[in-house]
């Protein structure tokens, strides 16, 4: 999304704004650790999570599937164009 502002302060809280500030997202944990993966992977969620996988002990299929729906809620808010 063009003009999104992503920052990670030092606690590892994920922040993603519009720069409209109409949306504002937090992630922490898992959710910014994907966010940072599939920046990695150039946004495949396949590739981001066989990266996680084994630190998240799950799956790479499980998780990828995981990885898809949030970036589909991510899409719907308006934080990732779909």
């Known amino acids: ?3 999104l502002a992503v920052v990670v302060d030092d606690a590892g809280v994920l922040e993603m704004s519009l720069p409209s500030g109409e949306q504002r997202v937090l992630a922490q944990g898992i959710g910014a650790a994907m966010w ?3 920046a990695q992977h150039d946004w ?3 590739e981001a999570a066989l990266t996680l996988a084994p630190e998240c002990d ?3 299929n499980e998780l ?3 990885i898809r729906a949030w970036m589909g809620d991510l899409a719907a808010i308006g934080v990732l164009e779909s």
């Open 58 to 60: 799950l799956e790479p």
């Open 44 to 46: 495949d969620p396949g």
């Open 36 to 38: 940072i993966a599939l």
């Open 1 to 3: 999304m063009a003009g």
């Open 64 to 66: 990828a599937d995981s």
